[in-house]
């Protein structure tokens, strides 16, 4: 008998979301799983790594088949502490999310669940990060079940291109009304920020961040045109950010 | 008489580091500079943005031509912050750093001395980079400063291709070992990550991660390459994530 893959789950939003316990419910029949996760909620850590205060792990449940624990770190340093610590190996697949929210356009730049995903390609892991058009801790993840078991069977049987992961944004409808799988580029949307800026009882200002996401364009073949038209997106990710068009043109400067 | 550009500078060390006080004086000739940059040690951030708490500004320096002021988020929030609050405009360009420690090679991803760069670049301003090859708190700026100057004029004179940042990484060594300016590509390095595990007083376990560079290659045309081989690498730099060569051979899967 085979053994069945080694899966790593993690997040940024907490082990108690809803969109990771959702996750793991759809991946334990497919394999063995370690699920690693931040003790709290981590959005918008991006890439972020704890080399100035020590890292905790706290084990959550064990059973065969099952391993599950908390981390005071970010997602990166949950994948880290995974591998080294946990698991004492590179797992066979990573899995990251449900995320709370779009992680198309230019929310990956700033997403801990693709940080993860960002991490475990790194180290040659296949991974993947799924994320649900939907903020809300009270979403509904059932929809999105059958496209997350198909797009991680797909990885599991038949791996991903070295280098490549994927980030994966579901729209938030009922599953009759999902359209299918688009494989698609990331869109070039930005946020554009603003300060509700207020003072404090003692007279000191303070700014809480808000923001509205800036369309830039509306290509049919990108992340957020696909989320919004109802199909899920698949844009293939990674990690090298040279931007090889310009090398030319800047050797001419220097 | 021309206006003088308006610069903004920032960092991830804080503005009380070494780095960016050289930073700082070798710009302050070429414009009106105002210095918004974390007010502690902000490495390891990546592009995390604080959401969960309030921001506050701080005004150290007002005078004609300078305004410097600390923030107690990460190098993300401080150039938002800037952007919205202390300048009430896009400035005319954004440097970060001096870093202390390298940037080269996959370094970039968990940067917040780059993240500030991309941040400056999403919201359309000429921005640039600058790292030393030196972690340590007594690095000798002074040969960057040379380098420095050269990249900050240019860009100020001549702009950058739209979309389009720079990852500038100098090399430690005195001024008459640095062999030139280096345009090239992000190195395929990755870190090592250890972790040294300890016990408390309590006996309970902790960890504080350690880690190694793991060289993926030796090409000449790399970050990395070029400042161990004493030359300024300038790479590129865009946001976009995409594979673009994965999606066919995706669009076949799903």
Same mark, same amino acid.
């Given at each position: 008998?085979?053994e069945?893959?080694?899966?790593l &789950? ?8 809803p969109?990771?316990?959702a ?12 699920v690693?996760?931040?003790?709290r909620?981590q959005?918008?850590?991006?890439h ?5 205060h020590?890292l905790?792990?706290?084990?959550i449940?064990?059973?065969p ?6 981390c005071?770190?970010?997602?990166a ?8 610590i946990?698991?004492?190996r590179?797992?066979d ?6 995320? $709370?929210g779009?992680?198309?356009s230019?929310n ?9 995903v ?16 939907n903020y809300?801790?009270r ?9 997350v078991?198909? &797009?991680?069977?797909?990885?599991i049987?038949?791996g991903?291109?070295?280098?490549i992961c ?5 729209p ?5 009304? &999902? ?6 580029r990331?869109a $070039?949307?930005t946020?554009?920020e603003?300060?509700d800026?207020?003072?404090?009882? $003692? ?43 310009a ?8």
């Open positions: 008998m085979v069945k893959p080694l899966i &789950i993690t997040n940024d939003d907490g082990v108690k979301a969109g990771i316990r996750l793991i419910s759809y991946l334990r029949p497919l394999g063995r799983v370690v690693v996760a931040p003790d909620p959005s918008g850590t991006a972020a790594v704890t080399i100035a020590p905790r792990l706290e084990l449940t064990k059973e088949g099952y391993e599950e624990y908390s005071n770190g970010t997602p340093d949950c994948v880290k502490l995974a591998f080294k946990v698991m004492r590179r797992p697949f990573l899995f990251s999310g449900i995320n $709370h779009t992680n198309a230019i990956i730049v700033y997403s801990g669940t693709m940080a993860a960002l991490e475990g390609a790194l180290a040659g892991v296949p991974s993947v990060g799924f994320s649900l058009d809300s801790q979403a509904d993840f059932g929809p999105a079940g059958k496209f078991k198909t &797009i991680a069977t797909s990885v049987t038949g991903l291109p070295e280098g994927l980030n994966v944004n579901i938030d409808v009922p599953e009759d009304q &999902i359209k299918g799988i688009m494989v698609c990331q $070039h949307g946020w554009q603003d300060f800026e207020r003072e404090d009882p $003692h007279g000191r200002p303070y700014y809480w961040m808000t923001g509205v996401y800036a369309r830039i364009g509306d290509d049919r073949d990108t992340d957020q045109w696909a989320v919004e038209n109802n199909f899920v997106a698949v844009v293939p990710v990674q990690f090298d950010l040279t931007a090889y068009q090398i030319e043109t800047l050797r001419n400067r220097f």
